[in-house]
Nanobody
Framework: VQLQASGGGLVQAGGSLRLSCTAS????????MGWYRQAPGKQREFVAF???????NYAGSVKGRFTISRDNAKNTMFLQMNSLKPEDTAVYYC?????????????WGQGTQVTVSS
């Protein structure tokens, strides 16, 4: 499974960005997909996930500001980020997960930098 993320950039506080992540390769049984982020000097943290059926979950820090969605036909996931804050600055990673009977496999994209200036 290969994940290609894009859409990061520099934005002022209060602005918006939209991240995209496209999956390719052996993507059957990939479910859910999600976003994580890692700020300098901090551990990677969960941002949001979405299942193939459209069930979503968000970290409390982004709930109400970020919206995750996916286009199953195009194997693409999106993260619409509104009302951005300087504390949202991080490298954002897309994630895809595959559950088997005995294991959980995580796949990661290369990361895209989001910088929010105050």
């Amino acid at each position: 499974v290969q994940l290609q993320a894009s859409g990061g950039g520099l934005v002022q506080a209060g602005g918006s960005l939209r991240l995209s992540c496209t999956a390719s390769g052996s993507i059957s049984s990939i479910n859910p997909m999600g976003w994580y982020r890692q700020a300098p000097g901090k551990q990677r943290e969960f941002v949001a996930f979405i299942t193939r059926g459209g069930v979503t979950n968000y970290a409390g820090s982004v709930k109400g500001r970020f919206t995750i969605s996916r286009d199953n036909a195009k194997n693409t996931m999106f993260l619409q980020m509104n009302s951005l804050k300087p504390e949202d600055t991080a490298v954002y990673y897309c994630n895809a997960r595959r559950f088997t009977t005995n294991t959980v496999n995580d796949y990661w994209g290369q990361g895209t930098q989001v910088t929010v200036s105050s």
